[in-house]
């Protein structure tokens, strides 16, 4: 289940706040993960978005967050450089430690993949850590200054246009990335290692990846990312980096967690989860899942509504009772769906429901089936199956209404 992002922020290396978004599982977190965009990027490029939901899909939470002085993080960039970039990422880390857990998996894009690489080995809960388009040596960033970087050199400042938009670059800048040894750093990394890479990537160029690679110890692994452009801005380019990520760190993450059998709950118990004004999860036996409002009525929209979830009882216990009567009457019918669109109507307008419905007066729920499936049958047996749908259980029961018992948990 695809989840909104929460936001948060925190304080960043020179004291600014940091914007940053939690994409939380619907279920169980299995592990935390901290992914760091790339040089003049933000959290919210398509490839952050991607591996996030990817993750959270798989039971990773998955925190982003913009560099200071980039995206929505206060600041100003022009007094930043590639050593405050890895405190940034340290204070992400103390985030999560502090008020979650500690991350499991760093993932860095471009040189927030440089930045990943530097920070992971000092951060013991960290099993994995992914790389995307990420050079190999810092000061690779530099070439992109162009004919700017003989004036940033001489004069000390100067103004740099990069991806069209422009920024400050100090020579402080430039000086603290070339002293960087990124290859360094992965040499004595310690954790598995994913390195993902464009054959065609014109910012960062590939052989930068086979550094990394041969750099590496095992276990290590390499994946081409085929006709991919270095920010992944193509959708199925970064959808499948997510895919793989996701896949790749399952191997990795806390075997613990993973094996840990999902506590069952008997009945269906919705609680709070503290994130938003509305934001709940759902348990029910294994199953875990969320509860959210729309965002126009101050929710986050990150699951379904009370209401989708009453229609979505209506409409699996109608599909259920029509597989039942096809199998009972071999009838050659597959892929039955069944659609639910609910709405409040004033009573007596409502013509096709029953009388007792439009005597009521006021506004009443209306709940609409549209049934379909695959399969040849005749215009008596269409007719039947309709009938039978009128027979599921659910339906039975919103018809009829139900008695709602309120009383007060006893204490344990």
């Known amino acids: 289940m695809a989840n909104r992002p929460i936001k948060v922020e925190f304080d960043g290396a020179h004291g600014a706040k940091l914007a940053a978004r939690m994409d939380m599982p619907a279920g169980k977190v299995r592990a935390y993960a901290l992914f760091a965009h790339c040089f003049t990027c933000s959290k919210d490029i398509a490839a952050a978005r991607h591996i996030a939901g990817a993750l959270s899909a798989e039971g990773i939470a998955v925190l982003r967050f913009d560099f200071t002085g980039l995206g929505g993080s206060g600041g100003d960039f022009s007094s930043t450089d590639f050593s405050s970039n890895i405190e940034d990422l340290n204070r992400a880390v103390d985030y999560l430690r502090e008020n979650f857990e500690a991350p499991q998996l760093l993932i860095g894009h471009s040189l927030g993949g440089a930045a990943v690489l530097a920070a992971a080995g000092d951060v013991p809960e960290v099993r994995a ?194 597989r039942l009567y096809a199998d009972r009457k071999n009838l050659p019918i597959s892929n039955i769906t069944t659609k639910v669109l609910h709405n409040k109507v004033h009573a007596p307008d409502c013509e096709d429901c029953s009388h007792e419905a439009q005597e009521k007066g006021g506004r009443i729920d209306r709940f609409e089936r549209q049934i379909s499936y695959d399969g040849d049958v005749d215009a008596e047996t269409r007719a039947r199956i309709l009938e039978i749908a009128d027979k599921c259980p659910v339906h039975k029961t919103l018809e009829a209404g139900s008695a709602v018992v309120t009383r007060e948990k006893p204490s344990t």
Request: charged share 25%.
């Open 129 to 322: 850590v992914a790389t995307i388009g990420a050079p190999s040596d810092a000061d690779h960033v530099v070439h992109n200054f162009g004919a700017k970087l003989d004036e940033i050199r001489e004069k000390g400042v100067s103004e740099v246009d990069l991806a069209g938009r422009p920024f400050t670059i100090r020579r402080e800048f430039v000086e603290n990335l070339e002293a960087q040894m990124v290859r360094d750093r992965v040499g004595a990394l310690g954790k598995a290692l994913l390195v993902m890479h464009a054959p065609l990537d014109a910012t960062v160029g590939i052989e930068n990846a086979t550094n990394i690679f041969v750099a590496a110890k095992h276990p290590k692994s390499f994946v081409s990312l085929d006709k991919a452009d270095h920010l992944l801005s193509r959708e199925e380019d970064a959808a499948y980096a997510a895919r793989v990520i996701a896949a790749w760190a399952s191997g990795y993450i806390d075997a613990e967690n993973q094996a840990t059998e999902t506590e069952q709950v008997d009945g269906v118990e919705v609680r709070e989860t503290g994130l938003g004004k509305f934001q709940s999860t759902v348990a029910t036996g294994s199953h875990r899942m969320l509860a959210d409002e729309p965002v126009s009525y101050g929710g986050f929209d990150s699951g379904p509504t009370p209401y989708d979830y009453l229609s979505a009882a209506l409409g699996a216990c109608t599909t259920m009772t029509l």
